[in-house]
């Protein structure tokens, strides 16, 4: 499936090469490898395979692109610079392909979806601590979505509709069946919270597990991962251990072309949890809900608007 769309997104590509476009050449990255030095400048279409150094590739063939300030893994972009044989020297900000995900899975802990528990003092039915359900990151994530496309999140799946029990990587691992049969466009990976009793290298073992079993489906999903939520910032020090589970989760992700990000600013930040601590004040208040969306628009929000 992923062959044939870029299959079909190039044919595309081919017949708009074939329209005036000015002084600029509609170029194909493989093309390049053939033409070292075509007329300047040229525009390539490719898709993000790393970022340090951005490197984009038409599926047979991947050139380094400099000048461009920020990209995602994953991403299609088309890109307008001056090809010296060796790399892409972008003139101007790169044009995101518009991509819009009907399908929405969202995957995670209570942080993600809790159902109530008057006995700890939880009487939601939606991301614990979020004041409303409509305030959780789940829902602010569909709320920026659909306000971007109307095709967006037109069904939503997530880990309470698959009765998953718990909130660890291996429940995760344990619905994976589930999981894979809603065949979403668009998935969201929020865990790590409640895995204490796994070491950082079998939380490794397990996370990358879980990436390949969702990526390995037809359609290939597009992926965004979160970070570990922790609110004393000494938790994200280099060497304490949600550090180096962010490590391994951003090591996975950059491997296979999903963006990650962080929790680090929002976590540790006082004005995201409320004060008092208990098994329900440690989690995101509106605030740090807001904080997770704001992420997830951060690194998704290019490619659902195409800017």
Known sequence: MRRELLRWIFSAYIALS????GAVLNVRISDLQHQPQPPNPVRVFGRVTQVDPLTITDGKWSIRVDGVAKAEPGQFLYVTGDWDGQRLLAGSSPQVLKRVYPK??????????????????????????????????????????RAADAGNAVEHYSSHGANQEGGKITHILGKMATYKSYRADLITL??????HDLTIDQFRQYYEQALDALLDNNPRPRIFCFGVWATDPRAYQPGA???????????????????????????????????????????????????????????????????
């Open 190 to 195: 929020q865990i790590g919270e409640n895995d």
């Open 18 to 21: 074939c329209l005036p476009c």
């Open 241 to 307: 251990r949600v550090y180096l589970m962010e490590q391994a989760m951003k090591a996975a992700c950059d491997a296979r072309e999903i963006p990650f990000r962080s929790l680090k600013e929002v976590g540790s930040n006082p004005l995201c949890h409320d004060p008092g601590g208990g098994a329900v004040n440690w989690h995101p208040n509106d605030a740090g809900m807001q904080g997770y969306a704001d992420l997830f628009w951060e690194a998704m929000g290019p490619e659902l608007t195409g800017q």
């Open 104 to 145: 929405y899975l969202s995957l995670g802990d209570s942080i993600t979806y809790h159902p109530p528990l008057p006995s700890i003092g939880w009487y939601g039915a939606w991301g614990m601590k979020a004041s409303a359900q409509e305030k959780d990151y789940v829902h602010l994530a569909m709320a920026m979505m």
